[in-house]
T-cell receptor, first 115, second 112 residues
Framework: KAGVTQTPRYLIKTRGQQVTLSCSPI?????VSWYQQTPGQGLQFLFE???????NKGNFPGRFSGRQFSNSRSEMNVSTLELGDSALYLC??????????????FGPGTRLLVL | EDKVVQSPLSLVVHEGDTVTLNCSYE??????LLWYKQEKKAPTFLFML????IEKKSGRLSSILDKKELFSILNITATQTGDSAVYLC????????????FGKGTKLSVKP
């Protein structure tokens, strides 16, 4: 069974631009979560989607948004990029609908650099 | 404010040593505590703990949760160079909006 895939793997943007990252979950998984990892803040939860609905949300500004499609694939968008948005963005998927945050598999991540 | 604190932040040991990694937390509406191993990019799941005093074991790794004192430990016995990684502790909170709060991680380096 193929794992969680994320595209692109690396991305360079400039301040003020926007970016869209994509995540394809493991086949059959319907819950997708997004995380930001930086050296200073560590790993931080962004949001979780299940059946095209946002179920949980971390403490990030409105510039960070996401959506999930009917095939469970998910996209994350960051608008008006800031230097501090440079990070590794991880996606994780889970089959278990009631406890999606506890039973999840991580993708390899997208490394975003904002110049 | 919910927080998860791991200690030590980094640790260097030699093969064969036993290590104990610590994770303490202060959160509202605790649901579960998770341990992950992150070697290069994607964290891999190790343990999920929900009940106090029940040890979870997987090979040389074991973990236990103390919900009264609000901490968990991860033990690794007979360490190997392949155990070198960042070990992450995370707490899942419940309520109307669940959240997953990670500690900063402990970087373990195992020397041959």
């Amino acid at each position: 069974k193929a794992g969680v895939t994320q595209t692109p793997r690396y991305l360079i943007k400039t301040r003020g631009q926007q970016v869209t990252l994509s995540c394809s979950p493991i086949s059959g998984h319907r819950s997708v979560s997004w995380y930001q990892q930086t050296p200073g803040q560590g790993l931080q939860f962004l949001f979780e989607y299940f059946s095209e609905t946002q179920r949980n949300k971390g403490n990030f500004p409105g510039r960070f948004s996401g959506r999930q499609f009917s095939n469970s694939r998910s996209e994350m968008n960051v608008s008006t990029l800031e230097l501090g948005d440079s990070a590794l963005y991880l996606c994780a998927s889970s089959f278990f609908p009631g406890g999606g945050l506890e039973t999840q598999y991580f993708g390899p991540g997208t490394r975003l650099l904002v110049l | 404010e919910d927080k998860v604190v791991q200690s030590p932040l980094s640790l260097v040991v030699h093969e064969g040593d036993t290590v104990t990694l610590n994770c303490s937390y202060e959160v509202t509406n605790f649901r579960s505590l998770l341990w992950y191993k992150q070697e290069k990019k994607a964290p891999t799941f190790l343990f999920m703990l929900t009940s106090s005093g029940i040890e979870k074991k997987s090979g040389r790794l074991s973990s236990i949760l103390d919900k009264k004192e609000l901490f968990s430990i991860l033990n690794i016995t007979a360490t190997q160079t392949g155990d070198s990684a960042v070990y992450l502790c995370a707490v899942v909170t419940g309520g109307s909006q669940g959240n997953l709060i990670f500690g900063k991680g402990t970087k373990l380096s195992v020397k041959p």
